[in-house]
């Protein structure tokens, strides 16, 4: 019976120490377990009519944020690129949300000084969303697209901005010991069960022989030799009860050392995978050219803001048109279409059988086409048909500068038989006028020779730049220009297209190419042949110059929406005509 009492000792108190460690591992996971969100809150700092919460904050922990608001009367919260943000908000006085304290509880603000209000945010072109609130909002951050966005937060622009904002953050609820724990735990209950029920193994077997009947002496010789192979048998098995003992404390120590182990690489890879730091330092807000360069490569427009954007074009050129009120366009139309557009209301209210222009509508949109280039002016593109395009019609609008919304400034059909080249949709290259790289005209070469073909029949372009197949354009305009001539025996006539430099707008295409746009002022000029001779105009002409007869001379000026295809440049390929069309903007006699 030696050895029990220690061997029941030692059980016990395995059993113990496992059920101990069972009770850490599961306390790790039930009541010791962190909030599984964390929550920080902006402390009162200065007043300032514009608060941009910086794009960092959304991913700084991982998953989901949720943002608590509460201000007085009614604010908006709008989402969009961070440099999109930044270039909106320019020199208005700001604070700006860039990051958590170390202990998770606060977020950190800093405030910027400059300009005490601002227009107010509310249906800029910039953002991608935005959320109506009065009184309070709970708002979940989620990013529209790929990449960065930012967030800006205002009331009108004049009033601060609301000051009470809370984040809510994913918390760090991986508990890395908790499964060593429990795992250690059940292993020592098991070895200290073990023990109490194994009986260690016998010693040597006890000799069963029968004395020799035959011989006294070697009876008693036997005797002797029992009794010594009977010690010999309880030493071997106390030996044996030892050594049982030992191994089971060898696999207990070794089986504790693998989950040991194990439960340290899960701490280390849990550790690794944290955060490096939740500090201000680690969240400061991206401004400046560093945003512009991380924004690079991205479209400036989503397809939902594009479509947002092309609606409110379309409503805004709807009721100009119904109204014959050029006003009504003013909020979306401009350049060469708000001139052209503006004129023709001007006509069709004196003159009922001159020709409307053509409807712009954004129900079919066919393609868009948009640059990644992020600096200001932006252009973009849309091919619409719809209810009165008896063709698709190219649609150019741009945004001039971050507080101005994108305007249509150009509209052209496309030619009969044309097709549209291919364009990235993802956000193309958007080149400079004057820039040749990879093409066998720049843009601005493109628009003149399109001019130079337009005005003189034997132009050099005219091997150079051809028409789309059926494409009437450039041949009903010479053949115009000749009938004039041909049929004004009283005058002396001059025909002009030039380009007007500042409208080009020129886009990369999928083969290395590109689209060109633009605008040509086509300026027909008439001077009597003699002493009074008389020259007439059309009533359409004629409401714009005041009368319909002259003996001084007139000047007609029509402004050109045109769109050029541009082969890239080891192509043999001319230059084809896309788009055109021209609008009747002004009359005047000399």
């Known amino acids: 019976m030696i050895g029990i009492p220690l061997r029941f000792k030692t059980a016990v108190a395995l059993v113990l120490l496992g059920l101990l460690t069972l009770l850490a591992g599961i306390g790790q996971k039930t009541f010791w377990a962190p909030a599984e969100t964390v929550t920080a809150t902006a402390s009162a700092g200065e007043a300032a009519p514009l608060t941009v919460i910086d794009q960092k904050l959304r991913t700084l922990e991982g998953g989901t944020v949720t943002i608590k608001v509460k201000g007085e009367g009614s604010f908006l919260l709008a989402a969009g690129r961070p440099d ?38 509310a249906g800029s072109d910039l953002w991608v969303s935005t959320e109506n609130a009065s009184g309070e909002m709970d708002y979940t951050w989620s990013a529209p697209a790929d990449g960065d966005w930012s967030l800006l937060l205002a009331a009108d622009g004049k009033k601060p901005a609301p000051s009470s904002i809370s984040m809510t953050f994913p918390n760090d609820t991986s508990m890395p010991w908790a499964v060593p724990l429990m795992v250690l735990g059940v292993l020592l209950i098991l070895a200290g069960g073990a023990l109490l029920v194994l009986k260690p193994r016998g010693g040597a077997p006890r000799d069963g022989g029968s004395p020799d009947n035959g011989s006294a002496g070697k009876a008693s010789d036997k005797q002797g030799s029992l009794f010594a192979r009977r010690a010999r048998a309880k030493a071997a098995a106390k030996a044996g009860e030892r050594s049982s003992s030992a191994r089971l404390s060898v696999v207990v120590a070794a089986t504790t050392a693998v989950v040991l182990a194990g439960g340290a690489a899960a701490a280390q890879a849990s550790n690794s995978s944290a955060p490096a730091s939740t500090t201000s330092e680690s969240a400061a807000p991206t401004t400046g050219a560093s945003a512009s360069a991380a924004a690079s490569g991205t479209p400036v427009v989503l397809d939902a803001q594009f479509r947002r954007i092309l609606e409110q074009v379309a409503s805004a050129t709807d009721a100009g048109d119904a109204a014959k009120d ?18 023709n209301y001007k006509i069709r209210s004196r003159v009922a059988s001159y020709d409307a222009r053509m409807p712009v509508r954004s129900t079919k949109l066919l393609t868009t086409v948009v640059t990644d280039k992020r600096e200001w002016p932006r252009s973009v593109m849309a091919v619409t048909q719809g209810e009165g395009n008896v063709v698709p019609q190219l649609l150019t609008l741009v945004q001039n500068s971050p507080r101005e919304n994108y305007k249509l400034v150009g509209t052209s059909p496309l030619q009969p038989g044309t097709t549209f080249p291919a364009i990235v949709r993802g956000g193309t290259e958007s080149l400079a006028a004057g820039d040749k790289s990879g093409l066998l005209y720049s843009g601005q070469e493109a628009l003149a020779g399109l001019a130079d073909r337009l005005t003189t029949s034997n132009s050099t372009f005219k091997s150079k730049l051809v028409e789309g197949e059926s494409s009437p354009y450039i041949a009903d305009t010479l053949s115009y220009q000749a009938d004039i001539v041909k049929d004004g025996v009283d005058g002396k006539f001059a025909f002009t297209h030039k380009v007007v430099p500042e409208s080009t707008v020129v886009f990369r295409t999928e083969d290395g190419g590109a689209l060109v746009l633009g605008r040509l002022t086509f300026n027909f000029d008439g001077t009597p042949k003699a002493e009074g001779d008389k020259l007439s105009i059309g009533n359409d002409a004629a409401v714009l110059a005041g009368g319909k007869e002259t003996t001084t001379g007139m000047v007609l000026k029509f402004a050109e929406s045109v769109a050029v295809y541009v082969p890239p440049a080891a192509s043999k390929d001319p230059m084809k005509l896309v788009a055109a069309t021209r609008g009747l903007v002004g009359a005047s006699f000399k």
């Open 84 to 121: 999109d943000v930044d270039a909106w908000v320019g020199k208005t006085a700001h604070n700006t949300v860039t990051g958590l304290s170390d202990d998770k509880k606060t977020l950190q603000v800093k405030h910027t000084d400059g300009e005490a209000s601002a227009p107010t945010p």
């Open 326 to 343: 050029a006003k009504k366009l003013a909020a979306r139309v401009a350049g060469t279409e708000l001139e052209v557009r503006t004129q």
